[in-house]
């Protein structure tokens, strides 16, 4: 129930390529799906979030694609640059047990090769 | 500009020592975390702290304590029971707890080693 599966673990993809980067959750309470963007040496980012209310959000070249009933969600990175080369976490979080939880992938270290 | 410090940048810590991780925000938000990250993994959640003088315990709690005696402040101490502290350490803080609907931001992050 608590969990947040991410896949792939790591990601090669040419300039100008789509990387394509997966989260499957278990808990139906949960209400915010953020993405963020972690550089070496330091701390992650927000990218990009969507609520369960709508089944894609785009900023730029990011996009997520939400399915509620498959309980998925994903992050797409359209004309993925070398600058994009980062670790990427997706996280879900809502009320759960009285309290409101906060819950990550594992991450997926994406490089973009010039 | 208003943000997380997290400082020192890098630590080194020795066998039966304890040391402190400082975390400082001036967001004026309620809520603050501390995460830990391990290659290759996601992050852990330590402690996290709701309101000023009271805090509660993560999933991977043991060994470290914290304190929350500002609402600006929320340091991390590593004690000499964490048996195998070297990891990257994530402060995080987000306006309040109470709604979910919010992302965290996060400071720069120590990097903790045992030397």
């Known amino acids: 129930q608590q969990q947040v599966k991410q896949s792939p673990q790591s990601l090669i993809v040419q300039k100008g390529g789509i990387s394509i980067i997966n989260c499957a959750y278990e808990n139906t309470a949960f209400d915010y799906f953020p993405w963020y963007q972690q550089f070496p040496g330091k701390g992650p980012a927000l990218l990009i979030a969507?609520?369960?209310?709508?089944s894609e959000k785009k900023e730029g070249r990011f996009t997520i694609s939400f399915n509620k009933s498959a309980k998925q969600f994903s992050l797409h990175i359209m004309d993925s640059q070398p600058g994009d080369s980062a670790t990427y976490f997706c996280a879900a979080s809502g009320p759960t047990s009285g309290t409101y939880k906060y819950i990550f992938g594992t991450g997926t270290r994406l490089k973009v090769l010039a | 500009d208003g943000g997380i410090t997290q400082s020192p940048k890098y630590l080194f810590r020795k066998e039966g020592q304890n040391v402190t991780l400082s975390c400082e925000q001036n967001l004026n938000h309620d809520a603050m975390y501390w995460y830990r990250q391990d290659p290759g993994q996601g992050l852990r959640l330590i402690y996290y702290s709701q309101i000023v003088n009271d805090f509660q315990k993560g999933d991977i709690a043991e060994g470290y304590s914290v304190s929350r005696e500002k609402k600006e402040s929320f340091p991390l101490t590593v004690t000499s029971a964490q048996k195998n502290p070297t990891a990257f350490y994530l402060c995080?803080?987000?306006?309040?707890?109470?709604?979910?609907?919010?992302?965290?931001?996060f400071g720069s992050g120590t990097r903790l080693t045992v030397v």
């Open positions: 969507i609520r369960p209310d709508v």
């Open positions: 995080a803080s987000i306006p309040d707890s109470a709604g979910s609907v919010y992302g965290y931001t």
